[in-house]
């Protein structure tokens, strides 16, 4: 998209958004939706899910700004599976099992860093940043072995709109902009690759669905978020834009009435809607002040009642005054209280409400859309054995 086309992508945000806040509307579905609660607690199905939707489909894993240059890894444990992510001599970013071939050491411990090449802590076989195995220590007394079957085990890995994507359960190459559809150049819109990395952080919460339900509506906003996130936009209203299972969630900013009595040509939209990117099934991207912006990775747990999530901060440059540190700082503090205080602390009260069996189902309103939408693409899924294709037309962007 040229900045003319993002420019009108923007101001048609801002004029929906508008006529919901002047009419105390928001976008709707035609009925409402059941689920029985089941799909939240039967740890067969969630085994079953887990592995289709999370091992056989593309998931984002990383940000590329994790790592910048040649020979920058980290190390991740996804679906109890030890990773390792590294940027190679040719600029590519590749991802392992973390795993040595000779007798299955962990190749590397650290968190993240930069490397030459991996040396096994346990009898020093050397892998370089490709994954091949490159020498042995001692090879002369160990004996012969091809070295091109030996490198580490691959995984699929692609990297695109500033996001390292990777598929579990297989090598194969990932055709991300199919994937992506429509959501492609959105995303690739944010320019992820260009901001700073200002915070990191690793954040224990509720199960995968009762999460991801929370980040895909703005129902609960003004209750639980009014003096976070919520102070700063509209409560229960949304303009909702879908790609097949890929969702961007446009929140009207409190100020957006103003626009009303403006001339279009004088609108500034940004300053007026707020964007949030959500990748199928696990990327949340929410830009919630100008120069600050969040993004979380929900990795699912080993049982349906737990997730992991990788929080980042980021900021459009690296904030070098007082003041610039201060506001990236705050922001990162906000959003971490709106999260870990606020969204998964009453997610782990309702695991524990799930638990207590008073509810056979779960309900989700006409005013959650995007809540209806990912529950429909995880059922459209698992009726699916294998491929990750999903269908252009049913694309509305
Ligand atoms: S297990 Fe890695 S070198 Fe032996
Ligand atoms: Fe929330």
């Known amino acids: 998209m040229d900045s003319a086309d993002q420019r009108e992508d923007m101001m048609d945000l801002a004029r929906r958004a508008l006529a919901h806040c002047l009419n105390q509307t928001t976008d709707t579905t035609e009925t409402i939706m059941t689920m029985p609660i089941e799909a939240y607690t039967d740890e067969k199905r969630y085994q079953a899910e887990r592995n289709r939707i999370f091992s056989s489909l593309p998931i984002a894993g990383a940000l590329s700004i994790e790592l910048p240059r040649p020979g920058n890894y980290k190390t991740i444990s996804i679906l109890e599976k030890p990773l390792l992510l590294v940027r190679g001599d040719d600029g590519k970013a590749r991802a392992f099992l973390n795993v040595c071939r000779h007798r299955g050491a962990r190749i590397c411990e650290a968190e993240e860093g930069v490397v030459k090449?991996?040396?096994?802590?346990?009898?020093?076989?050397?892998?370089?940043?490709?994954?091949?195995?490159?020498?042995?220590?001692?090879?002369?007394?160990?004996?012969?072995?091809?070295?091109?079957?030996?490198?580490?085990?691959?995984?699929?890995?692609?990297?695109?709109?500033?996001?390292?994507?990777?598929?579990?359960?297989?090598s194969e190459q990932i055709d991300m902009k199919k994937w992506l559809g429509g959501m492609h150049e959105k995303l690739a819109s944010l320019d992820l690759g260009n901001w700073h990395l200002f915070k990191k952080r690793e954040l224990e919460g509720p199960g995968w669905k009762v999460t991801m339900d929370g980040y895909l509506e703005i129902y609960h906003h003004n209750t639980v978020h009014g003096r976070t996130v919520g102070q700063h936009t509209i409560g229960n209203l949304l303009v909702l834009d879908t790609h097949g299972p890929h969702q961007r969630l446009t929140l009207g900013r409190k100020s957006l009435k103003s626009l009303e009595t403006l001339p279009e040509e004088d609108w500034e939209p940004l300053e007026h809607i707020r964007l949030v990117h959500n990748c199928f099934p696990n990327l949340s991207i929410s830009g919630i002040l100008g120069d600050h912006c969040l993004v979380s990775l929900v990795f699912p747990g080993p049982t349906a009642d737990i997730t992991r999530t990788i929080q980042y901060t980021l900021a459009s440059d690296v904030p070098e005054t007082e003041t610039e540190l201060e506001a990236a700082e705050n922001f990162s503090a906000m959003v971490l209280q709106a999260v870990q205080d606020e969204d998964y602390r009453l997610g782990l009260l309702i695991q524990d409400g799930i638990k207590a069996g008073a509810n056979t189902q779960f309900l989700y309103g006409k005013n959650e859309p995007a809540v209806q939408n990912y529950h429909r693409w995880i059922d459209h899924f698992m009726r699916q054995e294998k491929d990750f294709s999903w269908d252009l037309a049913a694309d509305q962007g």
């Open 117 to 170: 090449k991996f040396s096994c802590p346990y009898h020093s076989w050397v892998y370089d940043l490709q994954g091949n195995l490159t020498s042995r220590y001692a090879a002369n007394t160990f004996g012969d072995l091809d070295h091109s079957s030996l490198g580490l085990t691959p995984l699929g890995c692609e990297e695109e709109a500033g996001i390292i994507w990777l598929t579990l359960d297989s």
